[in-house]
């Protein structure tokens, strides 16, 4: 039903997973920073090799067009991406396939295809990229009988309209990052939100499941540059006004951004633009002890420069993805602007940074236009690191490794006892579990109020009993999420993987009133159950 197959076992597309001598020498590297050599690669599973269930539905002959049972289009959507996912695939575990595999071409077919599997009384799961890492769009498994359908919103995927005055464009919810940007481009704009998933995931998607992306402070979720949506629910179709801001109560979009695809389906969108950025300016700063970076950064949040890019790489972070010198702990910050230049902004942050002992070893990159400029130097190591690291997930499950990121949100004044706290129950259980491992941290974004802690932790599991031992992992980590006071999730979305912690951190009454909303938009309950609150 494409040109272009994403992969089933790994990140990205099929024809961009790495060669077998990569997946071996990433599998090394990774088996020697865990002080382990005895490391296998088991064989990667073949497409024809599967023999899933037999679905359960027919199309009917008004939709069989849009439609596929293929075996491959069945498995493509029967995960997303979280290291479960990878692993049950990898091991060829399909024990709940989507029945069928809906391509919309169009809202009137969305339209329709919600109307077969109200009559079917099918589950209906919106897909945009499958990226998810919560275990957002696979098919409930909760003993129902009743079959699945995925509607993948890939051919959704135009820009319908741009708005030059306000700055703002109509688009479809399908559309992937690259071919957005590739239709805003010659128009001089960008949306200028790129999550690590932006090569393979949808503007929809971002909406659904409240995407962070590009920006570190100021325009950091994807709820900055939504104007209006449009939503196609089983009891009907809506659409927003479309307003730079409005007081009119409680906001129809907000209640849709982030509703996980249990309300509605979003099929278009108008977005907040920008210019495209003529200057940037970029810097890798070392610190030699972790606490002055972190102070460094709480008063560069607080300074009204907005950074761009405003990481923050502990020791160990810093040490796995080899920035700069691959000792201390750094901060990637960076500035850009469509208007000015920079070197303002900069040199005021680096002011900042010095008085805490923060260094410029490899100095500070200023530039104006061109769309690669900064990303040389220390930055451009990490940003690097950070675009590859998805396509090691297959080599991760290939040897047996369990590895997965835990992200929140904390205040400033929470934040030692939290960081502590998250790091030793997480080791503790890395220990217990693996018989120790690599753990890690880093901002991703940073508010005036407190930072967003990025927690990843590796180590090699027992075969057979992977999905076990990462359960643990993960438990233990967001289990002092919670007990200490930050959010399950920042960035990542709540899916099924974050429930439990979510149904702790979310107020009682408000479940109440979203299962109340829900019985409005969704009656018979067949939108992506199990996902928010209870079926």
Same mark, same amino acid.
């Given at each position: 039903m494409s040109d272009r197959r994403l992969s089933i076992w790994g990140w990205g597309y099929e024809d961009q997973q790495p060669t077998l001598d990569q997946r071996k020498a990433t599998a090394q590297a990774i088996a020697a920073s865990l002080n382990r050599s005895d490391v296998e690669l088991d064989p990667e599973p073949r497409v024809e090799d599967l023999k899933l269930r037999a679905s359960r539905l027919t199309p009917p002959a008004s939709l069989a067009a849009i439609c596929s049972t293929s075996t491959y289009d069945r498995a493509a959507h029967s995960y997303g991406k979280a290291m479960p996912d990878l692993i049950r695939a990898y091991r060829r575990q399909f024990p709940n396939p989507p029945d069928v595999v809906a391509f919309p071409r169009s809202e009137a077919d969305v339209v329709a295809l919600l109307d077969w599997c109200s009559s079917a009384n099918a589950f209906a799961i919106p897909f945009g990229g499958g990226s998810s890492v919560t275990g957002g769009v696979e098919p409930p498994s909760d003993g129902s009988q009743r079959a699945s359908v995925s509607i993948d919103l890939r051919y959704l995927n135009k820009v319908l309209e741009i708005d030059k005055t306000s700055r703002a464009a109509r688009i479809q919810a399908g559309v992937y990052g690259p071919a957005l940007e590739d239709q805003l481009r010659p128009h001089g704009y960008t949306l200028r939100h790129y999550p690590q998933s932006f090569e393979v995931s949808s503007l929809g998607g971002w909406i659904a499941t409240r995407s962070g992306g590009h920006f570190a402070s100021l325009y950091t979720h994807i709820d900055d540059f939504v104007e209006s949506l449009r939503v196609v629910t089983p009891s009907g179709t809506l659409e927003s006004r479309r307003l730079p801001g409005s007081g009119a109560g409680p906001s129809p979009d907000r209640m849709f951004i982030g509703s996980e695809g249990i309300l509605g389906i979003i099929t278009e969108a108008w977005m907040r633009l920008q210019d495209r950025p003529v200057y940037r300016a970029s810097a890798g700063v070392r610190f030699e002890k972790f606490e002055a970076a972190v102070t460094a950064v709480r008063l560069m949040s607080q300074s009204g420069l907005y950074p761009t890019n405003c990481r923050l790489l502990d020791p160990m972070e810093v040490k796995r993805n080899k920035v700069g010198d691959g000792t201390g702990t750094m901060v990637m910050l960076g500035f850009e602007s469509a208007d000015h230049p920079l070197d303002a902004w900069m040199n005021r942050a680096l002011e900042c940074c010095r008085d805490h002992g923060g260094t410029t070893p490899n100095?500070?990159?200023?530039?104006? /236009?061109?769309?690669?400029? =900064?990303?040389?130097?220390?930055?451009g190591d990490w940003r690097d690191a950070f675009i590859r690291m998805p396509y090691q997930f297959i080599s991760m499950a290939a040897m047996g490794a369990i590895f997965d990121t835990v992200e929140s949100s904390i205040t400033w004044e929470r934040f030692d006892a939290f960081y502590a706290g998250v790091m030793d129950a997480t080791r503790k259980a890395l220990d217990e579990v693996c018989g120790g491992g690599i753990l890690s941290c880093r901002f991703t974004h940073i508010y005036?109020?407190?930072?967003?802690?990025?927690?990843?932790?590796?180590?090699? =599991?027992?075969? /057979? /009993?992977?999905?076990?031992?990462?359960?643990?992992?993960k438990s233990a980590a967001c289990d002092a999420v919670i007990r200490l006071g930050g959010t399950i999730t920042h960035h990542h979305s709540v899916g099924r993987v974050h429930k439990p912690w979510y149904?702790?951190?979310?107020?009682? %009454?408000?479940?109440?009133? %979203?299962?109340?909303?829900?019985?409005?938009?969704?009656?018979?309950?067949?939108?992506?159950?199990?996902?928010?609150?209870?079926?």
């Open positions: 100095g500070v990159i200023i530039k104006g /236009g061109g769309e690669t400029a =900064g990303r040389e130097g220390s930055v005036p109020d407190g930072p967003a802690p990025y927690f990843t932790f590796l180590g090699l =599991g027992k075969r /057979g /009993g992977e999905l076990e031992q990462w359960k643990a992992l149904d702790q951190q979310r107020p009682d %009454l408000f479940a109440a009133a %979203l299962r109340a909303a829900k019985a409005a938009l969704d009656p018979q309950g067949m939108l992506n159950p199990g996902v928010l609150i209870d079926p």
